[in-house]
Structures are given as structure tokens and as C-alpha cells.
């Protein structure tokens, strides 16, 4: 099971931290994921971080403003989300995979499991 909190209201500009919860399975197999999902939009990818740590990777979208890391001590990721703007407003989701080889063909999905969303809010 995967548990997403963290979300909120934030002012444009501002910074939020997203966490997700992993129980049961092996968490250090697992690539992790976050995706998002606005109203009237197709859920959008956001960021994914190897079972190790070692590897991230984003979309334009978003590079150089949000980070992802883990804890597989923890069994924790976590979304470090800087210089909001209105459009990144949307349900975040995390999710894992039991993909393995190269990040961006993990990220292509299938994923395995899924977080139930945390609504992120930014205010203009």
C-alpha cells in the first residue's frame, strides 16, 4: 500500500513537501514514481527515482523546481516541490514499479501500485 500526504494550499512561489507511505512488498525493489493529475487533464508524470536513489528523473515541467528522494530505511519518498506556480496545482499521486533497466522506459509504465492522490492548491 502506498499513502500520499503532504498536500495543501500554497501561495505562487512558495514550497511544499509531499510524502508517500510504503507497506508490504520489498520497498528497496521498487522504482517510485509521482504523477499528477489536474481537473480535465490526463495525469501527468512528474518525477521517478531508482530503487536505489541513485537515479531521478523529471520532465521539463518541472526540472530544476521539484526533487525527489527516498528513505528505503523508511520505506518513504518524498517530493520536495519549490517555486510553485498555479499550473502545478493537481491531485499527486505516487506510485512504484517493479521495472527494472533504464529510468525513462520505468516511467513509460506499466506502474504496479498507486497512492491515493493529495490535493496541491497554489494560489496566484
Known amino acids: 500500500q502506498l499513502q500520499a500526504s503532504g498536500g495543501g494550499l500554497v501561495q505562487a512561489g512558495g514550497s511544499l513537501r509531499l510524502s508517500c507511505a510504503a507497506s508490504?512488498?520489498?520497498?528497496?525493489?521498487?522504482?517510485m514514481g509521482w504523477f499528477r493529475q489536474a481537473p480535465g487533464k490526463e495525469r501527468e508524470f512528474v518525477a521517478a527515482i531508482s530503487w536505489s536513489g541513485g537515479t531521478t528523473y523529471y520532465p521539463d515541467s518541472v526540472k530544476g523546481r521539484f526533487g525527489v528522494s527516498r528513505d528505503n530505511a523508511k520505506n518513504t519518498v518524498s517530493l520536495q516541490m519549490t517555486k510553485l506556480k498555479p499550473e502545478d496545482t493537481a491531485n499527486y499521486y505516487c506510485a512504484a514499479s517493479h521495472g527494472s533497466g533504464q529510468i525513462k522506459s520505468v516511467v513509460a509504465g506499466p506502474w504496479d501500485y498507486w497512492g491515493q492522490g493529495t490535493l496541491v492548491t497554489v494560489s496566484s
Open positions: 508490504g512488498g520489498t520497498f528497496n525493489s521498487y522504482t
